[in-house]
C-alpha cells in the first residue's frame, strides 16, 4: 500500500467503486464520499492527498466544496471530474486552484496521468517545504535547495565554517553554482551576522578604483578625492568582506591584500596612518587558481592564505535529482511573480533537463524557468518552451559545454555574439542591455572585459 490517500466524492454508487477499484490497483489508499457534508467530515479526519471530485452533488457543487476547503486552508490538488456540457465549471475550478480536470465518462487511463502528476507536484512541494524548515532552523532566512548527497555534504561544511568565526575562506565552483548564495549564508549563520556584510566584485572595477574601494581614500589623494571615503574593510569592521572574483586581481593589489591578512590593518590610498580591522574575509573565484599560481599569475602565498578552508560547491549536472527540485522551487517563486500557474514540467522536460550539462549552472536554470514562466502560458513546462542547448552543448561528456552543437563556434564566440548583439540593440545601454541578457550591470561589465568588448565611448 502507498502512503498516499485519495478521496472520491461522487453521488453515484458506480463511479466511485469503478475508481475505488482501478486506483487501489495502483495501491492507493481510496476513500469515497457521496455529500459535501461526509466529504468535509472525511477531510478533517484523514486529509486525504488527492481529492477526485463530482460537480453535482446531492447537498451542494463541487465548486461550493472547493470553496470550503479553501477556508480550512487545505491545499492538496483536487480534480474535477466534468460533463462535457459544463466545461465552465472545470474552469471556474482551476481558477479556485483545482490541480486539474477529466471530462466525463472518465478515461480511467487518462485520470491515472493526472493523478500521477498531482502526486509527484505534491511530493515535489513537500519536499521543497521540508528544506525550507529544515534549512530555516540551520540557514536562517536563506534558502539553498538541494538533497543530493554532494549539497549534503555542502550543507555540513556551511555549518562549520559558519561557527569557526574567523578563518579565511576560499569559495570555489563553475559560474552559477551558488557560491555568493552560499558565502551570505556563512555570514548569515556566523557570530558576526549582525556586523556588515561588504560584498566587491573584483573584475567589475578597474584597478585604481578597486584600490579606493577597498582601502578608501583620504581627501586629496588624487583628482576625484573631492571628501574622504572609507573603503569596505573600513566598513566590514567586526563583519565579514565577501571579494568575488578573486583571480582576477592585479599583482599589485595581490600585495596589499596579502598585507591585510597577514597585519589585519592598511593604508587609506594617499593615507600614512594604519587602520586596523578585525574582518573575515571570503573569496570566491571560477577560476582554477591553482593554476593560475603555477602559471606565475597568482601569487602563492596568498593563495595559501585566502585558501585556509576551502569549500567547492558542485556543478548542477553532478547533484542529480536536485535539477528538478531547484526547478520545481524556481516555477513555484516564478509563478508567484509572473501571478502563473504552472503545475510542473513535462515527462520530456524532466529528461531533457537531467540530461543536460548545464555549463550556467543553477542560474541558467532559474533564467530558464523564469522565461518559460514569463512567456507562456499553460500547466506545464514542454521542451519547446525552454532554450536549452540555445548557447551550450547538450552533452554532459563535453568539456564542461564549451563548444556547441550549433556551427564550431567556440563559448565565448557564442558569447560574445550575444553581448553584442544586446548591446548593439539597446545603443550601448548597458543597464537595458543587461536586463536583454538577464544578467546584472556589473557581470555585463566583466563580460565586456572579459571579451574585450568596448564601450561605444571609448
Ligand atoms: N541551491 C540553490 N538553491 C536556490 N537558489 C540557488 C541555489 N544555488 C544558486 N541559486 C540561485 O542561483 C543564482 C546564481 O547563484 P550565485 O550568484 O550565488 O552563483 P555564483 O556561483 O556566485 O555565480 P558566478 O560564478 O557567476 O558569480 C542566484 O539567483 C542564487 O540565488
Ligand atoms: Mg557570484
Same mark, same amino acid.
Given at each position: 500500500m502507498r502512503a498516499e490517500t485519495i478521496l472520491v466524492v461522487d453521488d453515484e454508487k458506480l463511479i466511485r467503486w469503478s475508481l475505488k477499484q482501478s486506483l487501489q490497483k495502483e495501491s492507493f489508499n481510496v476513500l469515497e464520499a457521496e455529500t459535501v457534508k461526509a466529504a468535509l467530515d472525511r477531510v478533517s479526519e484523514f486529509e486525504p492527498d488527492l481529492i477526485i471530485l463530482d460537480q453535482r452533488l446531492p447537498d451542494g457543487t463541487g465548486i461550493e466544496f472547493i470553496q470550503k476547503l479553501r477556508e480550512i486552508s487545505f491545499d492538496n490538488p483536487i480534480v474535477m471530474l466534468s460533463a462535457v456540457d459544463t466545461s465552465n465549471v472545470a474552469v471556474q475550478a482551476m481558477k479556485l486552484g483545482a490541480f486539474d480536470y477529466v471530462t466525463k465518462p472518465v478515461n480511467i487511463d487518462e485520470l491515472k496521468i493526472v493523478i500521477e502528476k498531482a502526486m509527484e507536484s505534491i511530493r515535489l512541494k513537500r519536499q521543497i517545504a521540508f528544506l525550507r524548515d529544515e534549512q530555516k532552523k540551520q540557514f536562517g532566512n536563506f534558502t539553498i535547495i538541494g538533497d543530493s548527497p554532494?549539497? =549534503?555534504? &555542502?550543507?555540513?561544511?556551511?555549518? =562549520?565554517?559558519?561557527?569557526?568565526?574567523s578563518s579565511t575562506v576560499l569559495v570555489t565552483g563553475?559560474? %552559477?553554482? %551558488?557560491?555568493?548564495?552560499? #558565502?551570505?549564508?556563512? !555570514?548569515?549563520?556566523?557570530?558576526?551576522?549582525?556586523?556588515? $556584510?561588504?560584498?566587491?566584485?573584483?573584475a567589475s572595477l578597474t584597478e585604481s578604483l578597486i584600490e579606493s574601494e577597498l582601502f578608501g581614500h583620504q581627501k586629496g589623494a588624487f583628482t576625484d578625492a573631492k571628501n574622504l571615503k572609507k573603503g569596505m574593510f573600513e566598513l566590514a569592521d567586526g563583519g565579514t568582506i565577501f571579494l568575488d572574483e578573486i583571480g582576477d586581481i592585479s599583482s599589485s593589489l595581490q600585495v596589499k591584500l596579502l598585507r591585510v591578512l597577514d597585519q589585519k590593518s592598511f593604508k587609506r590610498v594617499g593615507g600614512t596612518s594604519e587602520i586596523s580591522v578585525d574582518v573575515r574575509i571570503?573569496?570566491?573565484? *571560477? @577560476?582554477?587558481?591553482?593554476?593560475?599560481?603555477?602559471?606565475?599569475? $597568482?601569487?602563492?602565498?596568498?593563495?595559501?592564505?585566502? *585558501?585556509?578552508? !576551502?569549500?567547492? #560547491?558542485?556543478? &548542477?549536472?553532478?547533484? %542529480?535529482?536536485?535539477?528538478?527540485?531547484?526547478? !520545481?522551487?524556481?516555477? @513555484? /517563486?516564478?509563478? =508567484?511573480? $509572473?501571478? =502563473?500557474? $504552472?503545475? %510542473?514540467?513535462?515527462? /520530456?522536460?524532466?529528461?531533457?533537463f537531467l540530461k543536460y550539462n548545464w555549463p550556467g549552472n543553477v542560474r541558467e536554470l532559474k533564467n530558464v524557468i523564469e522565461r518559460a514562466v514569463l512567456l507562456d502560458e499553460g500547466d506545464y513546462i514542454f521542451s519547446h518552451h525552454v532554450e536549452l542547448g540555445h548557447l551550450h552543448s547538450l552533452s554532459k561528456n563535453e568539456d564542461a559545454g564549451y563548444s556547441t552543437t550549433n556551427g564550431n563556434l567556440t563559448f565565448s564566440q557564442i558569447e560574445r555574439s550575444a553581448v553584442l548583439d544586446a548591446l548593439t540593440k539597446t545603443n550601448f545601454n548597458q543597464s537595458q542591455a543587461a536586463k536583454l541578457l538577464q544578467i546584472s550591470r556589473d557581470q555585463l561589465r566583466y563580460k565586456m572585459k572579459k571579451l574585450g568588448i568596448k564601450s561605444k565611448s571609448i
Open positions: 554532494v549539497m =549534503k555534504k &555542502l550543507f555540513n561544511m556551511i555549518s =562549520k565554517i559558519a561557527a569557526s568565526d563553475e559560474s %552559477g553554482v %551558488g557560491k555568493e548564495l552560499v #558565502v551570505r549564508t556563512i !555570514h548569515a549563520l556566523s557570530e558576526r551576522k549582525d556586523k556588515c $556584510f561588504m560584498a566587491v566584485n573584483c571570503i573569496t570566491a573565484t *571560477n @577560476q582554477p587558481l591553482e593554476e593560475k599560481v603555477e602559471e606565475g599569475k $597568482f601569487r602563492a602565498d596568498l593563495f595559501y592564505r585566502l *585558501n585556509v578552508v !576551502h569549500l567547492y #560547491v558542485p556543478p &548542477l549536472r553532478e547533484r %542529480g535529482n536536485d535539477i528538478l527540485l531547484l526547478a !520545481h522551487y524556481f516555477l @513555484q /517563486e516564478f509563478n =508567484k511573480t $509572473f501571478r =502563473k500557474n $504552472f503545475k %510542473g514540467l513535462s515527462g /520530456e522536460t524532466k529528461e531533457l
